[in-house]
């Protein structure tokens, strides 16, 4: 039984900040921001906007690529690290927006910015294990960067929702694999608004340990080289990490670019290789491979190889393209009101 | 008092080593110059260390790493002069040979700075200026050497450029190299257009947060010719000289009495003048430092330090190759540590162990380490015999 992707859809807010406006504003130095975390600008949620909104918008467009009844869904996992409630899921909320409900099983996950990807393991697995017909994997983040902070050029919202089910997959799943270890590079608190990061511990030890680790052994376990890949894409904490594991693991930078999403997205944290993917599929073709490689500090990755079926060219034209939506009619903010969309601002009530 | 040699260095890679304790960077350091000794044992021992409290959370090194070494209950002590405290910890190793009280004594530097972040490093480091004169002004490392960089650029025409020039020769050093942090080579564009730090300095005239650790052996020189069969170094000059330590309250901003005082002294003691120096390795916390020190150690006239790296003359291969070693800038800085790096260079010039970077044959090295912003000056003059 071929399991895979039988719908996906990503979701973009529509505002954006500038790296130059938030180095305005803490006269920082925007060449070298740029410069050093290869990134122009991010995206920014309104204040109506958050994971539940962006994740209900995901599915949606992954609904009308997949075609089916969602009351067939009998799962949804949404991975966030900005779950607007601490205690009531987002899953529930999501899932009776979409027409999922009641009779379906809810989880909220929570594994910093890979939590997007385990959500789709945990979802493809259940389809696999026939448990259930279809199931929603979604990674969604309005993520956090502290004022100042060099998070806050980075870190931006979105959502990508993909579908799990055995018939007329549009990506099947060839192969699977994770790596993890404790390793604390980057946390947030209970009680606390924004994540603290161990700096420079954050790249070699954490991020390129892991994703590299990962890159190397799912492709030792399928006996694959980055030749048998058409496409690949990696999580994306800024625009340069990504593109040095692509060199190390010996991928040319025209498989990495069309996932490559960070230089004007930003961080979506959770949703960052999920939405990566989204933009892949948008203009795969069929036979195509992809290897993904997600990463969530604490840490680990996901790995996952997808070879693209016939049933691609027929959904494509569904639901908005990822790059479509990161590229129309941007709407640019200044930094009081990217302060006041952010709640790091806010009015006194009467 | 005893003619006092180095007999054993021993030091490992530097940079962030996240997977190493204290313990381990320091201990390495300490067996490597021990077995470069030939000796079994050391019968005393210091480790200089700035701030094992703030960046490690860790006092009483003495006993913490005499401990370590397994060389029983001698004595180990632990010697603080902010920056310059590697310097000192040898002068003090030093002084315990000279003077009889022992005969093999191990002294080491330590820092482990890379454990805290960027902001708590920075304050860590800031305790080595005047806290309540400068500190609780804003001020902080770059900003002190900026203002004397700004003085020096003012008053004697020093420029932009030269500072780079300063940075790329140490870093071309530095390649050469094996235990340096940085071990790439950088371009004068690159120094001008990195990162502002502090006007005019910008990131790569500022010398890097590092861990790691380095250790030297001391004996009597007479015992010393039966212990070793390389070649031999004596300490030629030993000497140690303090300044005001806020910056506003000295004579002039563009000039380093500390160190002039102490080389005055060092000289004296070794019968010589800068003249007869083969090498110097010199205090270069940032680029301009290094100009300055050049200055008071006489090898540049007063004023003329920015000179000497544009035109080669203080490069491997011109008349004083200055900090053949890469410098703080290259080689790294674990503060506590720098002091004891910059002998074990001079020590291996002057045996011809340094490979590709080695000045040719040597007589005289000079080494110089500095605390804070030249509060304190630690002079060394190092001679084959």
Redo the contacts between chains.
């Keep these: 039984m071929d399991v895979g992707i039988v719908g996906f859809g990503s979701y973009v807010p529509r505002h954006r900040i500038k790296v130059e406006e938030i180095a305005r504003i803490w006269g920082a130095d925007a060449p070298a921001y740029k410069k050093g975390l290869m990134l122009r600008e991010k995206s920014v949620p309104t204040p109506d906007q958050d994971t539940i909104t962006m994740s209900v918008e995901a599915s949606r467009h992954a609904l009308r690529r997949a075609g089916i009844d969602p009351a067939k869904i009998g799962a949804i996992y949404i991975g966030s690290e900005s779950h607007p409630y601490a205690v009531k899921p987002s899953g529930t909320v999501v899932a009776e927006a979409i027409g999922a409900t009641p009779e379906i099983h809810c989880a909220d996950l929570e594994f910093a910015c890979k939590a997007g990807s385990e959500g789709m393991f945990i979802a493809m697995s259940l389809v696999k294990a026939q448990q259930v017909e279809y199931a929603l994997g979604i990674g969604a983040d309005t993520s956090q960067g502290a004022p100042g902070d060099a998070l806050e050029y980075s870190a931006s919202a979105g959502a990508a929702a993909f579908l799990f089910g055995a018939s007329k997959v549009l990506a099947v799943c060839e192969d699977s694999y994770s790596y993890m270890t404790d390793t604390p590079d980057f946390w947030r608190r209970e009680y606390q608004f924004y994540p603290r990061h161990a700096g420079r511990f954050t790249g070699e030890p954490a991020y390129f340990k892991h994703v590299l680790a990962c890159g190397r052994g799912l492709m030792e376990k399928a006996g694959a080289t980055p030749d048998d890949f058409d496409w690949v894409v990696f999580h994306q904490p800024n625009g340069k990490f990504p593109m040095r594991a692509a060199q190390e693991l010996g991928f040319p930078k025209e498989k990495v670019e069309q996932g490559w999403l960070c230089p004007t997205l930003g961080n979506t944290y959770s949703g960052s290789s999920p939405m990566g993917l989204a933009a892949i599929l948008d203009v795969a073709k069929p036979g195509d491979r992809i290897l993904m490689v997600s990463y969530g500090s604490g840490a680990g990755s996901d790995g996952f190889i997808w070879r693209v079926t016939g049933e691609i060219t027929r959904v494509q034209g569904l639901a908005p393209h990822t790059r479509a939506q990161l590229e129309n009619d941007p709407i640019y903010l200044d930094y009081g009101t990217y302060a006041k969309f952010r709640g790091k601002i806010r009015k006194l009530s009467a | 008092m005893r003619d006092v040699a180095v007999i054993g260095v021993g030091m490992n890679r530097w940079g962030?080593l996240?997977?190493k304790s204290h313990r381990d960077i320091w201990t390495e350091a300490a067996l490597q110059a021990i077995a470069d000794a030939g000796v079994e044992r050391v019968e005393s021992m210091y480790v200089g260390c700035m701030s094992g409290g703030l960046f490690m959370g860790q006092e009483h090194l003495g006993p913490l790493l005499a401990e370590q070494l397994g060389c029983g209950p001698i004595p180990g002590t632990r010697v603080e002069s902010a920056c310059a405290s590697g310097g000192l910890s040898f002068r003090q190793a030093y002084f315990d040979v000279a003077s009889g009280a022992h005969d093999i004594v191990l002294a080491t530097g330590l820092e482990k700075m890379?454990d805290v972040?960027?902001a708590a490093a920075t304050y860590a480091l800031s305790t080595a200026a005047d806290q309540e004169y400068e500190c609780y002004q804003g001020i902080t490392f770059p900003g002190l050497y900026a203002m004397m960089a700004r003085a020096h650029m003012h008053r004697y025409g020093t420029t932009r450029r030269q500072l780079a020039d300063v940075a790329v020769k140490n870093h071309q050093h530095g390649s050469m190299n094996p235990l340096a942090q940085f071990q790439g080579k950088i371009t004068a564009e690159q120094v001008e257009t990195?990162?502002?730090v502090a006007d005019p300095l910008r990131i790569l005239d500022c010398s890097p947060i590092t861990d790691g650790a380095a250790a030297v052996v001391l004996a009597p020189v007479e015992m010393a010719k039966k212990l070793t069969r390389k070649p031999l170094v004596r300490v030629a000059a030993s000497a140690h000289a303090t300044d005001h330590m806020a910056l506003h309250d000295r004579n002039d901003l563009c000039w380093i009495e500390s160190t002039a005082v102490a080389a005055r002294s060092a000289y004296e003691q070794a019968g010589i003048g800068p003249a007869k120096l083969s090498f110097c390795e010199v205090h270069d916390c940032f680029t301009i430092a290094e100009v300055m020190v050049i200055e008071a150690l006489g090898i540049a006239e007063k004023g003329k330090g920015g000179e000497a790296a544009s035109s080669g003359r203080t490069a491997l291969g011109g008349a004083i190759p200055v900090n053949p070693s890469g410098g703080l800038k290259s080689k790294g800085h674990p503060v506590g540590a720098t002091g004891i790096a910059q002998i074990r260079e001079a020590v291996m010039q002057l045996r011809e162990e340094c490979g590709p970077r080695q000045v040719g044959k040597a007589r005289y090295g000079l080494t110089q380490n500095m605390g804070g912003t030249g509060a304190s000056s630690v002079v060394h003059i190092f001679e084959r015999i």
Excluded: I
Aim: aromatic fraction near 12%; charge should be negative.
């Design positions: 962030e996240w997977e890379t972040d960027g990195s990162v502002l």
